[in-house]
DNA sequence: CCGCCAAGGTTTCATGATGAAACCTGTTGC
DNA sequence: GCAACAGGTTTCATCATGAAACCTTGGCGG
């Protein structure tokens, strides 16, 4: 009945799912990361209903990914800003980007392209990388159950 | 009314959400990448509904993220198992993971984690890079709409 | 060759989430 | 003072989700 919760999971992937794995808060974020603040920001770049936005904004305000901030102009009014863990998802997005790019497009189709700002170049495909920086395939990988430590490197 | 489709939008990120962004999907991705091919070894792994187990996997398989095989012991029955195209999201599960490792744990919680097999080590965090291999945080991007055409680097 | 069991689904039905549209509320511009 | 507008909330119809029951096919023990 109720949509299952992965909010306790032990596995990462199935934990993130709970905040971000719905339909818009992802876009949302992409919104934000490129300059969307405002509530109206959202809605017309976005194109959903305002109830929807509604709840998504304040669920992630509540989840640490967004921040409000009072608008500078408009005292009864704030702004929608990311918190650095908002900003942490950028890195979910190029990823889901470039497979999208790489398997969901066909040639000459319209489609909005991530560029290097100061070249105009394509940034580089992401790739895994072992602690000596070869390359790791999925196959390289293996999971182990452990207790949290939090890696001092960031 | 009904739930809003990504299928034809021109940003790849909410052309991807439209294939993998609900609550089951990239899950079975994960257990598909650590060995999963049968239908009950999906079921056991993720714990939802066979209906909805059912209705993924039907989905997957027409989106060419999975394609079947024969069953090499039952003639009837068949394994599912990851296209190149499935195999690609390999990099989306990493980003993810590597998000929620970084915001959703609090120290000493049971957490699954990924390890270079030869070695047990962590792998490195994943990092954009331009063209000329110098980093790129979200302001350095850009973005420009384009006809697509195919990367020949892949 | 008969009956039973398990894998791999499909059907049914109650409930929660989604989305369109209407409505509310506080400012600001005129 | 009043219309317009941003920024929501409420209402209601519809869709998707999930639990449980049911079906179907092929081994297999006797």
Redesign the interface.
């Known amino acids: 009945m109720k949509?299952?919760s992965f909010g306790t999971a032990?596995?990462?992937?199935?934990?993130?799912?709970d905040?971000i794995?719905?339909?818009w808060t992802?876009?949302i974020v992409?919104d934000a990361?490129?300059g969307s603040t405002r509530f109206s920001d959202f809605e017309t770049g976005l194109?959903?209903a305002k109830n929807i936005l509604s709840a998504r904004l304040r669920k992630m305000v509540a989840d640490g990914i967004l921040q409000t901030r009072p608008s500078p102009d408009r005292a009864d009014r704030h702004e929608y800003h990311l918190t650095e863990?908002g900003?942490?998802?950028?890195?979910?997005?190029?990823?889901?980007?470039?497979?999208?790019?790489?398997?969901?497009?066909?040639?000459?189709?319209?489609?909005?392209?991530?560029?290097?700002?100061?070249?105009?170049?394509?940034?580089?495909?992401?790739v895994?990388?072992?602690?000596?920086?070869t390359p790791?395939a999925?196959?390289?990988?293996?999971?182990?159950?452990?207790?949290?430590?939090?890696?001092p490197?960031?």
Chains 1, 2 share one sequence.
């Open positions: 949509r299952t032990r596995c990462p992937v199935a934990r993130s799912l905040e794995g719905d339909w992802l876009l992409r990361l490129r194109g959903l863990k900003r942490g998802l950028h890195m979910v997005l190029v990823a889901l980007r470039q497979w999208s790019e790489a398997n969901l497009f066909t040639q000459g189709e319209p489609i909005t392209r991530m560029r290097d700002k100061r070249t105009g170049a394509p940034p580089r495909r992401l895994l990388h072992a602690a000596d920086n790791l999925p196959e390289d990988i293996t999971f182990r159950m452990e207790k949290f430590a939090a890696d490197h960031g």
